[in-house]
């Protein structure tokens, strides 16, 4: 795993989650240095990324810890960052 | 009688009128528009709107003292004796009959205050041929504000096969569209200020087209609803505007964080993105700690305000030519190591056991988009760590690594609930504006007062204390971010404003006008007005990217007494003044 890719906050969801390596239990944006060439796509949907939005940088994906292991060592990834849940801004 | 045809107080009246209950419809005609109640020689009448199916002929509606006014197609204007509604209802051509009282535009202030009324009856422009997409918590196709004009919605929280952009969800269309519903009523509210169009409530970009994305409210779903939105603009070839009422503070704050880079990604000529700045401003969230060598800093910090326990996280970031460490500290005194930037060949994330709950923490070497250092922890307190009568307080605990070890670590503590605060004089009332608001080709909008009384549904009358009428919202949250980019752009309305109420939703009886509208306050409302007149400029110029609208907004915004083109952190360039663009 190259941790230097993991922003903080998935690097504690890491931390605690249960040890299923399988586990598709962090949803997470990932950000890419270039839209993906043919070859990268493939690897990204190998590594459960199921859609990616033709000529993006940022897709998001739920994976698993074997999933994030392989895609952070690929030079091409730049980042991959937890998703965060937002909340909307209004209130009666 | 087709009572669903009736707009609520109109069928209540209908009841009351052949109850003979005069004293009540006394009460009401003066705001309803009910005439003759008390003279028992002329009918009693209604002054009403119809919606009317597309291109109906009502030539055939025939009852004594029915006048329909000529003119509009789908909305008509009419004057009805209360025993022609039977009449008037059972026409083909009529889909809704509701009572005068709901053609007071509600907006009026709103939009008059910002010159939207002059600018529309001086371009004639509606939205017309523009795409509206709403991110938020779903949109209620009942409505009649949205009547023919949802072209899709993707409910990410149904069960389905999801989108090209996202695995996820259920995409509807058609008579599919009422498969999903906004319980929230915040998504409803929001659409209606940006695109509603009805007697009751003229949005800013009536003519619109809409599609509504009920997000998860995760960044990946976020992101997707953003790509999916523009998708289908580009495949109907219509320019587009995407309203994001929503953010947090996950981030840098500096608008170098996934979400606001896709958000970046995605737009360009015809493609805007506009966000709400956050209702943060007079919250306590944001603190500088200034560290100096090795000496320790202690920032206080309060789970919950009101005493309850709740999990809360710390998210701090620091220039990347220092190395600082931190710890956290319990109510009760004991505290973790300290902990510094850890090597990327390890996870940087360690937990931490103490009696008052678990304390886990991430403190990475850098971070790869924007070369910053961060440390994010996460406080789990126990229950059993509540002192009665005392305030749980932990302490944020900073230190250098060495004594050359220098700098300014700006640090947001957030919670699911929005009630965690800092105390003491390290909180700063700056940087409050997270992503996707920071986004750099965003469109962020503060709010603005140009309401604070209303009327309920019982017609008691009631004040908004903490607004101050035609002045910047004290809640709308500050900019700069933290790298000094000036963020919010632009101030709108965002207080109070009535909008469109979700049939599903259950607001609270003070703040419903009637069965169809609602009162809500927040940078989300002032968002989707920014929105509706972005859908109006793309209507004159479907070209017009994100710098130009900046532009052309900076050069038409002022705060009060100041002239345009001048910043202020909590105005941005200040109030829009649209009749001018």
């Given at each position: 795993?190259?941790?230097?890719?993991?922003?903080a906050?998935?690097?504690?969801?890491?931390a605690?989650?249960?040890?299923?390596?399988?586990?598709?239990?962090f949803?997470?944006?990932?950000?890419?240095t270039?839209?993906p060439?043919a070859?990268?796509?493939?690897?990204?949907?190998?590594?459960?990324?199921?859609?990616?939005?033709?000529?993006?940088?940022?897709?998001?994906?739920?994976?698993?810890?074997?999933?994030?292991?392989?895609?952070?060592?690929?030079?091409?990834?730049?980042?991959?960052?937890?998703?965060?849940e937002?909340?909307?801004?209004?209130?009666? | 009688?087709?009572?669903?045809?009736?707009?609520?107080s109109?069928?209540?009246?209908?009841?009351?009128?052949h109850?003979d209950?005069?004293?009540?419809?006394?009460r009401?005609?003066?705001?309803?528009?009910?005439?003759?109640?008390?003279e028992?020689?002329?009918?009693?009448?209604?002054?009403?709107?119809?919606?009317?199916?597309?291109?109906?002929?009502?030539?055939?509606?025939?009852?004594?003292?029915?006048?329909?006014?000529?003119?509009?197609?789908?909305i008509?204007?009419?004057?009805v004796?209360?025993?022609?509604?039977?009449?008037?209802?059972?026409?083909?051509?009529?889909?809704?009959?509701?009572?005068?009282h709901?053609?007071r535009?509600?907006?009026?202030?709103a939009?008059?205050?910002?010159?939207?009324?002059?600018?529309?009856?001086?371009?004639?422009l509606?939205?017309?041929?523009?795409?509206?997409?709403?991110?938020?918590?779903?949109i209620d196709?009942?409505?009649?504000?949205?009547t023919?004009?949802?072209?899709?919605i993707?409910?990410?929280?149904?069960?389905g096969?999801?989108?090209?952009?996202?695995?996820?969800?259920?995409?509807?269309?058609?008579?599919q569209?009422t498969?999903?519903?906004?319980?929230e009523?915040?998504?409803?509210?929001v659409?209606?200020?940006?695109?509603?169009?009805?007697?009751?409530?003229?949005?800013?970009?009536?003519?619109?087209?809409?599609?509504?994305?009920?997000?998860?409210?995760?960044?990946s779903?976020?992101?997707?609803g953003?790509?999916?939105?523009?998708?289908?603009?580009?495949?109907?070839g219509?320019?587009?505007?995407?309203?994001?009422?929503?953010?947090?503070?996950?981030d840098?704050h500096?608008?170098?964080?996934?979400?606001?880079?896709?958000?970046?990604?995605?737009?360009?000529?015809?493609?805007?993105?506009?966000?709400?700045a956050?209702?943060e401003?007079?919250?306590?969230?944001?603190a500088?700690?200034?560290?100096h060598?090795?000496?320790?800093?202690?920032?206080?910090?309060?789970?919950?305000?009101?005493?309850?326990?709740?999990?809360?996280?710390?998210?701090?970031?620091?220039?990347?030519?220092?190395?600082?460490?931190?710890?956290?500290?319990?109510?009760?005194?004991?505290?973790?190591?300290?902990q510094?930037?850890?090597?990327?060949?390890?996870?940087?994330?360690?937990?931490?056991?103490?009696?008052?709950?678990?304390?886990?923490?991430?403190?990475?070497?850098?971070?790869?988009?924007?070369?910053?250092?961060?440390?994010?922890?996460?406080?789990?307190p126990e229950?059993?760590?509540?002192?009665?009568?005392l305030?749980?307080?932990?302490q944020?605990?900073?230190?250098?690594?060495?004594a050359?070890d220098?700098?300014?670590?700006?640090?947001?503590?957030?919670?699911?609930?929005?009630?965690?605060?800092?105390?003491?004089?390290?909180?700063?009332?700056?940087?409050?504006?997270?992503?996707?608001g920071?986004?750099?080709s965003?469109?962020?909008?503060?709010?603005?007062?140009t309401?604070?009384?209303?009327?309920?549904?019982?017609?008691?009358?009631?004040?908004?204390?903490?607004?101050?009428?035609?002045?910047?919202?004290d809640f709308?949250?500050?900019g700069?971010l933290?790298?000094g980019?000036?963020?919010?752009?632009?101030?709108?309305p965002g207080?109070?404003?009535?909008?469109?109420?979700?049939?599903?939703?259950?607001p609270?009886?003070?703040?419903?006008?009637?069965?169809?509208?609602?009162?809500?306050?927040?940078?989300?409302?002032?968002?989707?007005?920014?929105?509706?007149?972005?859908?109006?400029?793309?209507?004159?110029?479907?070209?017009?990217?994100?710098?130009?609208?900046?532009?052309?907004?900076?050069?038409?915004?002022?705060?009060?007494?100041?002239?345009a083109g001048?910043?202020?952190e909590?105005?941005?360039?200040?109030?829009?003044?649209?009749?001018?663009?």
């Open positions: 795993m190259d941790y230097g890719k993991l922003d906050p998935l690097a504690v969801r890491l605690s989650a249960a040890d299923d390596d399988a586990a598709r239990v949803p997470v944006l990932i950000r890419l270039a839209p060439s070859e990268q796509l493939a690897t990204l949907r190998a590594a459960g990324v199921v859609r990616v939005p033709e000529g993006r940088r940022t897709v998001s994906a739920d994976l698993s810890r074997r999933d994030l292991e392989r895609l952070s060592a690929e030079p091409w990834v730049q980042a991959v960052s937890l998703s965060g937002r909340r909307p801004y209004g209130a009666r | 009688m087709e009572y669903r045809k009736l707009a609520p109109l069928a209540a009246a209908y009841q009351r009128y109850q209950d005069v004293s009540s419809l006394r009401q005609s003066a705001s309803l528009g009910w005439v003759s109640v008390d028992p020689a002329k009918p009693t009448r209604a002054v009403v709107s119809l919606i009317c199916t597309p291109d109906a002929t009502l030539d055939d509606v025939k009852h004594e003292g029915l006048r329909i006014n000529q003119g509009g197609n789908r008509r204007t009419a004057i004796p209360f025993d022609g509604l039977e009449t008037l209802a059972e026409h083909d051509g009529v889909e809704r009959i509701v009572s005068a709901l053609l535009p509600y907006l009026d202030a939009r008059a205050g910002v010159g939207v009324d002059t600018f529309q009856n001086t371009t004639g509606t939205g017309k041929d523009v795409l509206v997409g709403i991110v938020d918590t779903g196709p009942h409505h009649p504000a949205f023919g004009r949802i072209e899709r993707w409910d990410q929280t149904l069960h096969h999801g989108v090209p952009e996202g695995a996820f969800g259920l995409e509807l269309k058609g008579s569209l498969q999903s519903r906004d319980t009523g915040h998504g409803s509210h659409s209606g200020i940006s695109a509603g169009a009805e007697p009751v409530f003229r949005g800013v970009a009536p003519d619109a087209r809409i599609v509504a994305v009920k997000t998860n409210f995760l960044d779903g976020i992101t997707a953003i790509q999916y939105v523009f998708r289908l603009g580009r495949e109907m219509l320019p587009t505007v995407v309203n994001l009422s929503l953010g947090g503070h996950y840098p500096d608008g170098s964080d996934a979400l606001s880079l896709s958000v970046d990604e995605e737009t360009g000529p015809g493609r805007l993105v506009c966000c709400a956050g209702n401003g007079t919250d306590d969230i944001h500088r700690v200034p560290v060598g090795t000496a320790v800093k202690s920032l206080p910090c309060i789970p919950d305000v009101k005493g309850r326990r709740h999990d809360f996280m710390l998210n701090g970031w620091y220039a990347t030519d220092s190395r600082f460490e931190v710890a956290v500290a319990a109510p009760s005194g004991h505290s973790t190591d300290f510094g930037p850890i090597p990327t060949t390890e996870n940087s994330a360690m937990t931490y056991d103490l009696p008052d709950g678990k304390v886990e923490i991430a403190t990475p070497e850098t971070n790869t988009l924007n070369d910053d250092r961060n440390f994010f922890i996460m406080v789990r229950e059993h760590s509540l002192a009665p009568g305030l749980p307080t932990w944020l605990l900073v230190r250098g690594v060495g050359a220098r700098g300014t670590v700006d640090v947001w503590i957030l919670d699911k609930s929005g009630h965690a605060r800092f105390n003491g004089p390290m909180t700063s009332d700056d940087m409050k504006i997270g992503s996707p920071c986004a750099s965003a469109i962020t909008v503060a709010a603005y007062a309401r604070t009384t209303w009327e309920d549904i019982d017609h008691d009358t009631f004040s908004a204390p903490w607004l101050r009428l035609d002045d910047i919202a709308s949250s500050e700069p933290r790298d980019a000036r963020k919010p752009d632009v101030t709108a207080a109070m404003i009535v909008s469109a109420l979700s049939q599903d939703s259950a609270e009886r003070e703040l419903t006008l009637d069965t169809e509208h609602v009162a809500m306050q927040g940078t989300s409302m002032a968002c989707p007005f920014l929105a509706g007149v972005c859908a109006l400029l793309l209507e004159r110029d479907g070209d017009l990217d994100p710098a130009r609208v900046k532009e052309l907004l900076k050069a038409h915004s002022a705060r009060p007494h100041a002239e001048e910043f202020d909590k105005w941005g360039f200040g109030l829009l003044d649209v009749a001018g663009l």
